[in-house]
T-cell receptor, first 113, second 112 residues
């Protein structure tokens, strides 16, 4: 079956350091990949979206300089949180889709010390 | 910018009683609506999606959509303690279907 795999599931980093997380679509070719963040006590916010034949589009309050995304193909995507601080804590979800509803991974939970 | 609000913020029901959750959205051109749930410490599980006015049933989960009222609801028949989770409404628009705006969530507790 189709699923989205995220790695790592949990991670802790020191304030000011960077953390890379990965997302892989298994069993299907994703035409779009989206990264969301759920900060403590908040709902999910879209960070950025990449679709076939389009540049990665970042939402307001999120930048490529802070959250660079790499995707050699649309079945694999990685995102780095650069210079992480307390406000970057939360659950980072990757959502990928082909022609069906988006499938989400279980997320990478980031803690910042 | 799309605003998606959910109510109630938290809900406690007894096992077997119907649970009803509400979601309102601000953009009347929205046409894709999905309900997800998130168990503690876990990712998102999609429950039901609906794209036209009326209702859509997936097992014990039924979504009702009234776009004129900017309202979509989720009803859980015969809820069980394992259904205790945060329920999230997600709204998107046509060719922006990949861009979901999530609601604030309803925390459901099902008492045995």
């Amino acid at each position: 079956g189709a699923l989205v795999y995220q790695y790592p599931r949990r991670t802790i980093c020191k304030s000011g350091t960077s953390m890379r997380m990965e997302c892989q679509a298994v069993g299907f070719q994703a035409t779009s990949v989206a990264w969301y963040r759920q900060s403590p006590q908040k709902t999910f916010e879209l960070i950025a979206l990449s679709t076939v034949n389009s540049a990665i589009k970042y939402e307001q309050n999120f930048t490529q300089e802070k959250f660079p995304i790499s995707h050699p193909n649309l079945s694999f995507s990685s995102m780095t949180v650069l210079n992480a601080y307390l406000e970057d804590r939360g659950l980072y979800l990757c959502g990928a889709r082909d022609n069906q509803a988006p499938l989400f991974g279980e997320g990478t939970r980031l803690s910042v010390l | 910018q799309q605003k998606v609000q959910q109510s109630p913020e938290s809900l406690t029901v007894s096992e077997g009683a119907m649970a009803s959750l509400n979601c309102t959205f601000s953009d009347g051109t929205s046409d894709n609506f999905r309900w997800y749930r998130q168990h503690s410490g876990k990712g998102l599980e999609m429950l039901v999606s609906i794209f036209s006015d009326g209702e859509k049933e997936e097992g014990r989960f039924t979504a009702h959509l009234n776009r004129a009222s900017l309202h979509v609801s989720l009803h859980i028949r015969e809820p069980q303690p394992s259904d205790s989770a945060v329920y999230l409404c997600a709204v998107s628009i046509g060719n922006m279907d990949y861009k979901l705006t999530f609601g604030t969530g309803t925390s459901l507790l099902v008492d045995p």
